[in-house]
């Protein structure tokens, strides 16, 4: 990693879904599986990934428009039935946590802006072993969720980390919209949620194709 005084950024925030954890395809199964329960259109791939990051309320709103909205909270119980249930099998992408860890003892400021809930997050950090790496996380039911530009902002604050320090990395349009949003640097990651193309259309700074690059990539420009 680069030394401390030429470096562009102190502070490193990741998304986790998609990102650091390599769980797409479960979240997107599980909406589906959801809105089956429900008896409620299926949405393909595309549709179901494309919410992911979002706050619960405007997830369900996109992938369930004709739902009412008193029972939003049946449907966000089947959910969460579908991926808990697979939540233990989840892994982090190769060389997540070893990367972490080198950012770590360089020095940077770590955290997280996800889409998850507070609970949520809790348990995923704990299952990865990771509780105590961060320096601060945001989730998406403690304040407005991606792409308002309030996670980041409260994280910066809490860090003392000016947006011109700081560096979203996230593998959706609503990190890199959280990013701008609050005046940050984006780098996106093309091996979750999101297309490369739909990426490119926000202009990140570079776009990662995997854990070993992003490393890289920190390496050259962090």
Same mark, same amino acid.
Not at 116 to 122: E, T, V
């Given at each position: 990693?680069?030394?401390?005084a030429?470096?562009?950024?102190?502070?490193?925030?990741?998304?986790?879904?998609?990102?650091?954890?390599?769980?797409?395809?479960?979240?997107?199964?599980?909406?589906?599986?959801?809105?089956?329960?429900?008896?409620?259109?299926?949405?393909?791939?595309?549709?179901a990934?494309?919410?992911?990051?979002?706050?619960?309320?405007?997830?369900?709103?996109?992938?369930?428009?004709?739902?009412?909205?008193?029972?939003?909270?049946?449907?966000?119980?089947?959910?969460?039935?579908?991926?808990?249930?697979?939540?233990?099998?989840?892994?982090?992408?190769?060389?997540? $946590?070893?990367?972490?860890?080198?950012?770590?003892?360089?020095?940077?400021?770590?955290?997280?802006?996800?889409?998850?809930?507070?609970?949520?997050?809790?348990?995923?950090?704990?299952?990865?072993?990771?509780?105590?790496?961060?320096?601060?996380?945001?989730c998406?039911?403690?304040?407005?969720?991606k792409?308002?530009?309030?996670?980041?902002?409260?994280l910066?604050?809490?860090?003392?980390?000016?947006?011109?320090?700081?560096?979203?990395?996230?593998?959706?349009?609503?990190?890199?919209?959280?990013?701008?949003?609050?005046?940050?640097?984006?780098?996106?990651?093309?091996?979750?949620?999101?297309?490369?193309?739909?990426? $490119?259309?926000?202009?990140?700074?570079?776009?990662?194709?995997?854990?070993?690059?992003?490393?890289?990539?920190?390496?050259?420009?962090?």
């Amino acid at each position: 990693m680069r030394d401390a005084a030429d470096r562009r950024y102190r502070l490193i925030v990741f998304d986790w879904d998609g990102t650091l954890s390599d769980s797409t395809a479960i979240i997107a199964r599980a909406i589906q599986h959801a809105l089956r329960d429900m008896g409620e259109p299926v949405p393909n791939d595309e549709a179901a990934r494309y919410v992911i990051g979002l706050g619960l309320a405007d997830a369900l709103r996109s992938v369930a428009p004709a739902l009412p909205v008193q029972r939003h909270a049946e449907l966000a119980a089947h959910y969460r039935k579908h991926y808990i249930a697979c939540e233990d099998d989840i892994p982090l992408f190769d060389g997540a $946590a070893q990367l972490l860890g080198e950012l770590d003892a360089a020095g940077y400021f770590l955290a997280v802006a996800t889409g998850k809930s507070r609970s949520g997050l809790n348990r995923v950090l704990a299952q990865n072993a990771l509780t105590t790496l961060f320096h601060a996380t945001r989730c998406a039911d403690e304040g407005h969720p991606k792409p308002h530009p309030d996670m980041l902002l409260h994280l910066m604050d809490r860090l003392g980390v000016r947006p011109q320090e700081t560096l979203m990395i996230g593998d959706t349009t609503h990190d890199l919209e959280l990013a701008r949003n609050a005046g940050a640097a984006g780098l996106a990651v093309a091996y979750g949620a999101h297309s490369q193309e739909g990426l $490119a259309r926000l202009a990140p700074l570079a776009t990662v194709h995997s854990i070993a690059e992003m490393r890289g990539w920190l390496g050259e420009n962090g």
